[in-house]
């Protein structure tokens, strides 16, 4: 059962007008809710009428207690808004073909590239993210392979000038008949 207290707060609200305008059927959801807790009702009978648990009934109340009838909108969600700024894109994209540059075989993986945001740019991402942020830059990151530090150029150079001009005695070899 809700204090008194909570009871005397609600009362000065229509929910049930508010809810009628409104058009967002979550906060919509919300504003019955009140107005049934206005009436009287315990927050589980509520939770069970609207079919939602009564924690999210109490959480509802908390927001409305917090931030009157604007707060029933919910949290803002900040997971979806991008992290890096936009003038720190051009500095992100450079610092990560630095660091392939720097890294002496193999390829940078993604949690190097998580890292690298965190510790240069002091923003944090999960995995996906930082896929999400190299394609936005119009990065394909399994593409940026180093060269083995194995590998001779010559060498390499040598065998495409074989396959790319195989002898004339050869030369049957490579078309299919």
Not at 40 to 64: D, I, P, Y
Not at 88 to 103: D, K, N, P
């Amino acid at each position: 059962m809700l204090s008194q207290q909570i009871i005397d707060q609600l009362q000065p609200y229509d929910f049930d007008r508010l809810a009628r305008k409104e058009s967002d059927g979550r906060r919509r959801l919300r504003l019955i809710a009140l107005a049934h807790l206005k009436e009287g009702k315990s927050c589980s009978e509520v939770g069970a009428a609207l079919r939602v648990s009564r924690h999210a009934v109490m959480r509802w109340v908390q927001w409305f207690i917090a931030g009157g009838v604007a707060r029933l909108a919910g949290m803002p969600h900040d997971w979806s808004t991008q992290r890096l700024a936009k003038g720190q894109e051009e500095a992100c994209r450079q610092a990560v073909e630095q660091l392939q540059r720097e890294r002496g075989g193999g390829r940078v993986r993604g949690e190097d590239i998580r890292q690298l945001l965190a510790r240069q740019f002091g923003v944090a991402y999960s995995l996906n993210g930082v896929y999400d942020l190299l394609k936005r830059l119009g990065m394909v990151w399994i593409s940026a392979r180093a060269v083995s530090p194995c590998a001779d150029p010559a060498a390499q150079a040598e065998f495409k000038k074989k396959l790319l001009h195989p002898s004339a005695g050869h030369a049957a070899s490579w078309h299919c008949a």
